[in-house]
């Protein structure tokens, strides 16, 4: 569970009080330019707030390790970034930047199915088209088995059918894994299907919070 | 040894006529730049006669203090150099960096070479101290140069790898490495490319200035050999040191990227 109290960044965001619980999908929704992503980096320690304070598990983010809670709360940018090298390499290379060990293609291909990426795993990830590589940047965070998800609009560069497919696949996985996901989108219609904990934000204050009971 | 053939004032000005002719054809070809030779032909002389009135004074009463100021002098020239050349802002944090590595990774090269692969007695001889220290620090100075150059621009251009490997776990080691092995290769590269095509492609200037000066080649060679192992310890060590401790000013305590957002 985070929880934040009284935390501005720049004059980006200013968030008086918020808490997002453990163990839900947590939709962070506004217009572009709100503070979504902002708020996201701040969660994942690699912006630091500029007062106010940030508690994971009761405990404040900057008396933790920033790698060490990195490779617990991952966090996948907006845009895909891939690295040199085939998609094999792509997957594993959040792995290695971890420190964990690398499965086997058995479990690569499983993850790649889950993302809905149909490629073999010797293609050259540069080759991918935008949409499949926001796939791929996906299905290597999933890899690395995170207890926190962040994720910045991971289905922006795909169209309707596909984002539906991957946000269902993605809400499985969460939900088999007992894990906490912080999806930020614009898409209302994401936010209200499948989002169980919904924070409205408009020009970096939270606008409203919202529980769906299930 | 032979005497060396003292040149005379009329064998000089023989050579800047040679100059004067050469500034001649850019001019009647209508390149813009008779200008800066002639300054650069004059700021040339005047610099080496001032050194040439310094040395042959600092020759004549060796005196540590005179040693020590001058590869001080050097060390603080090649500092503010370095500023100069590279071409984008540099934080304060990396300037201090780019002094630190400089001055210890040369010094700590010449000391070594001085002390005991040449082993000069006393240590300050200014007629082995300056020239050796000279070589070693201005190839140092040329090597952070375009390190430092590489290091920022390498940042710049892939802070979204940089930024992609640190939210997914990565030390800013990690996050770093392929921006730090390719300042090596700007770095150090050229070096080692001198090394290889030394003696077949050129004649290193101070094998040259040795044999004009009578020396038999066999010694110049011994001298060069030596020199050149030296300029590859210094080099290597000072970009080293700026690498090891340069690219960690671009990360704050928080492992987060410093320069600006994305």
Not at chain 1, 70 to 93: A, H, K, Y
Not at chain 2, 214 to 228: D, N, V, W
Request: aromatic share 6%; net charge neutral; charged share 20%.
């Amino acid at each position: 569970m985070f929880v934040l109290d009284n935390v501005r960044y720049k004059n980006i965001l200013d968030v008086r009080h918020l808490v997002l619980p453990d163990k839900k999908i947590n939709c962070i929704l506004g217009e572009s330019g709100s503070g979504k992503t902002t708020l996201l980096r701040l969660l994942n320690n690699l912006a630091a707030c500029d007062s106010g304070s940030i508690l994971w598990h009761e405990q404040s983010l900057y008396e933790l390790n920033p790698i060490e809670l990195r490779r617990r709360v991952v966090m996948l940018g907006q845009n895909p970034v891939i690295f040199d090298g085939s998609v094999r390499e792509n997957l594993f290379i959040g792995l290695k930047f971890a420190d964990k060990p690398c499965p086997g293609d058995d479990k690569l291909r499983e993850v790649l199915k889950q993302v809905s990426l149909h490629k073999d795993l010797d293609v050259e990830a540069a080759q991918l088209s935008g949409g499949e590589k926001q796939r791929l940047a996906l299905g290597r965070v999933l890899l690395m088995e995170p207890e926190v998800l962040l994720l910045d609009e991971p289905s922006s560069a795909l169209d309707e059918d596909t984002e539906e497919i991957l946000i269902r696949s993605l809400v499985r996985y969460v939900k088999e894994n007992e894990i906490t996901l912080i999806m930020v989108t614009h898409a209302r219609r994401i936010a209200e299907e499948y989002g169980e904990y919904i924070v409205e934000i408009e020009q970096g204050r939270v606008k409203s919070v919202r529980e769906k009971v299930s | 040894m032979e005497q060396t053939i003292d040149l005379t004032f009329w064998q000089l000005a023989a050579a800047y006529l040679f100059v004067l002719i050469l500034v001649m054809i850019v001019k009647v070809k209508g390149i813009p730049r008779e200008r800066e030779i002639l300054i650069a032909a004059v700021r040339m002389t005047i610099q080496l006669v001032l050194v040439g009135y310094i040395l042959a004074y600092v020759f004549d009463h060796s005196h540590p203090l005179y040693t020590i100021v001058i590869i001080g002098v050097m060390e603080a020239f090649a500092v503010v150099n370095i500023f100069k050349r590279v071409k984008s802002p540099i934080s304060l944090r990396l300037k201090q960096i780019i002094a630190l590595s400089m001055v210890a990774g040369s010094l700590a090269s010449i000391l070594y070479f001085i002390l005991v692969v040449i082993n000069i007695t006393p240590w300050y001889e200014p007629r082995y101290f300056i020239p050796i220290a000279g070589m070693l620090v201005g190839n140092a100075m040329t090597a952070v140069s375009l390190g430092v150059s590489r290091l920022i621009e390498g940042m710049h251009a892939q802070k979204h790898l940089v930024e992609t490997a640190l939210m997914l776990g990565a030390t800013p080691k990690m996050a770093s490495r392929d921006i730090i092995n390719k300042v090596y290769d700007a770095a150090i590269m050229p070096t080692i490319n001198s090394m290889v095509g030394m003696g077949i492609v050129f004649l290193p200037g101070m094998m040259t200035g040795q044999i004009l000066s009578g020396a038999s080649p066999l010694l110049a060679i011994e001298y060069q050999i030596a020199i050149m192992l030296g300029l590859v310890g210094s080099v290597s060590l000072t970009v080293i040191l700026l690498v090891q401790l340069g690219y960690k000013t671009f990360f704050n305590r928080y492992s987060q990227m410093v320069e600006g957002d994305m």
